[in-house]
């Protein structure tokens, strides 16, 4: 138990170590110079002014040294450094300033879809194939088949514009404005993304479900007496969501990366816009200090899952 | 007292009577895409309170499928019952999930063939134990526990309140058939199916096991269907027995009146086929020559046809009626029972025509699966 604990956390470490490695190293790759991204590029250069901006951001040195600080700055200060754009402005506050938004819609997604999800799979399950089963799969097809944006859009116009229920755009922080508010902000976002995970979600646990309820032991527990939804929650679920917790974890990791199309539909201030900008403003720091943030989340999360495992089933804890 | 058996001096006369369990004509079909697969087809059979029924056949003869068409408990979807299974004077087939659902376990319960997969590996033993009782019975949490921990205890688990808090994984084989013993013996019930109890289980296990169900099945005053593919587990432990062949019974008998005179060729190939005690664990002496029978397109004419050491050509042509003996309760279907002067002719004509199945049988050549395969005629 000890021994695989750490061999776990040996692996975390490992991961993140390559993640940095190959961030630092695609940045690299984008195209044009840094240099642009300091100084407008329709000024007349000085080139000893250019030598000094290089001097000072360490650009001439080679790249070795310069992942070797960046990697010394980021573990040692949890400084990922200052932005080239906004001088000044270090990524790490940006980090923190906007990861609040973007996480909460990130879970706020997957708590919507789990929501809607089990009772819908298990339903699936237990009525294969007879009519309620037919109807709510082909509904999980469509929520499927239709992309987050254009949920977003459909769900915007019904809620903020025909029916005036919500706001469109922007978004309230708990601190400031309330808890209200900030859902009034939230919900339509979250839900738009909640949907394309709820349909993957739903057959996930149909199809375990499926599998499980063949099991010797779920027989048992119905020749026990037992109510169907008393064996299908307490005796089939937690069997039949192994794979589920694995998907769940990837897909909010890949969540937090992942809300830049909606943050950008409802001018939400999270990551994924700062990522954007960033992305288009040559702002390689800023790049390079989202990105593996997000990796860093991402691989934590899936370190939790393989660890929710072992409460799952008792089995495991033993291996 | 939740857990006590029913009580059989409180039971009004026509209650002691009456049998407690009467099934008839009982036909369970699958629907297959290769075909209708006659899992049991027309059994008739009835059990009296407090009385044990011995259902002993070869694998695929039906009677995992039979106890559970009994219990209602067949739940896949091909499913097609016919007949009639009357438990105390009710109609069970008549009865919706619902209704069904306050009989098992209260009622009727069964322990499963494979102790192994029957116990949810995710769910603690003792929450498996007392789900059913707080639910059939009503009981504050604490009480459930007290009854569970004393149904351990009275399967002989030691420890009973540290193995309250195992999970399956944890145990022997032995030790988890004994668990799902208490489970099924919990709510009380009046009828206790047991699927090939042992069958999963060590040999020095095997007897514990059977002597417990047999204690409890006395101690509790239960009546019960014991299910097993080997005549000696159910020699010593029953009232009845009934053997089955391709999902129909062909040999029905008082235990001691089967084993004093047994009439039917499958009875005595099946008693011939006990592995005996002394024997190396894995060597299935003198198997049965030839291939259980293909349920969607059974032989023509007596379903044991092709592998009795006795049959002659009538026996490929005409299915010979489940009728009695001489002596009361004794039913067999057979032309050419063992025993009779007709069935020595038989078995004489066989021998000297060297059919492969009687060769067999007289132990003159090795019984193999391919033996009998293709030799079909007889005498
Ligand atoms: N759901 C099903 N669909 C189709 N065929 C089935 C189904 N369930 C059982 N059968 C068939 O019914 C026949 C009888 O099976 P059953 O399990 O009752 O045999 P058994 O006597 O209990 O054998 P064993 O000793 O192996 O447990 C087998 O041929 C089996 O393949
Ligand atoms: S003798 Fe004939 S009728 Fe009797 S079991 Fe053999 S084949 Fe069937
Ligand atoms: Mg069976």
Known sequence: ?319 | MPTAGADATRLTRSEKTEPLLVVEDLKTYFQTPNGLVKAVDGVTLSVERGKTLGVVGESGSGKTVLSRSIMRLNTAGNVITHGSVTYNGEDLLAKSPRQMRDIWGVEMAMVFQDPMTSLNPVVKVGRQMTEHIRHHLGVSKKDARDTAVELLRSVRIPEPEARFDNYPHEMSGGMRQRVCIAIALACGPKMLFADEPTTALDVTVQHQILNLLGQQQVDRFMTMIMVTHDLGVVAGRTDEIAVMYAGKVVEKAPTKQLFADMRHPYTEALLRSIPKIDDPKHTKLSAISGRPPDLINPPSGCAFSPRCPYAQPQCFTDTPPLGAAPTPGHQYACWFPVGSPEGKDAWDKNLEAKRPQTMAAAGLVNATEELAAGAVVGG
């Open chain 1, 1 to 319: 138990m000890i021994k695989m604990l750490g061999l776990r956390l040996a692996r975390l470490v490992a991961t993140l170590f390559a993640v940095s490695v190959i961030t630092f190293a695609m940045t690299l790759l984008l195209p044009g110079d840094p240099i642009n991204a300091i100084l407008p590029p329709t000024t007349e250069r000085d080139p000893q002014i250019v030598a000094q901006i290089r001097e000072e951001y360490g650009l001439d040195n080679n790249i070795a040294v310069r992942y070797k600080d960046w990697l010394n700055d980021a573990v040692l200060h949890q400084d990922l450094g200052t932005s080239y754009v906004t001088r000044g402005q270090k990524v790490t506050d940006q980090i923190k300033n906007r990861v609040p938004v973007t996480a909460q819609l990130a879970l706020m997604a997957v708590v919507i879809a789990l929501f809607f999800a089990i009772p819908i799979g298990v339903l699936g399950a237990y009525r294969q194939s007879k009519w309620d089963d037919q109807l709510t799969s082909a509904g999980m097809q469509v929520a499927l088949s239709i992309p987050n944006f254009i949920a977003a859009i459909m769900l915007g116009w019904l809620f903020a514009i025909k029916l005036d229920l919500l706001p469109n755009t922007g978004w309230a922080r708990i601190s400031k404005e309330g808890l209200l508010a900030n859902l009034k902000t939230s919900i339509l976002p979250a839900t738009a993304l909640a949907l394309t995970q709820m349909a993957i979600f739903s057959r996930l646990v149909r199809s375990d479900m499926i599998a499980t309820l063949q099991e010797n032991y779920i027989l048992s527990a119905r020749a026990k007496g037992l109510p169907d939804r008393f064996v299908l929650f307490r005796h089939a679920l937690r069997p039949s969501s192994l794979s589920l917790i694995t998907i769940v974890g990837i897909n909010f990791g890949a969540l937090l990366g992942g809300t830049v199309v909606i943050e950008q539909v409802f001018s939400l201030p999270g990551l994924g816009s700062k990522l954007l900008s960033a992305i288009s403003s040559r702002d390689i720091l800023m790049v390079q200090g989202i990105t593996v943030f997000i990796a860093t989340v991402y691989v934590i999360v899936n370190t939790l899952v393989d660890l929710l495992y072992i409460v799952i089933d008792p089995r495991i804890r033993r291996s």
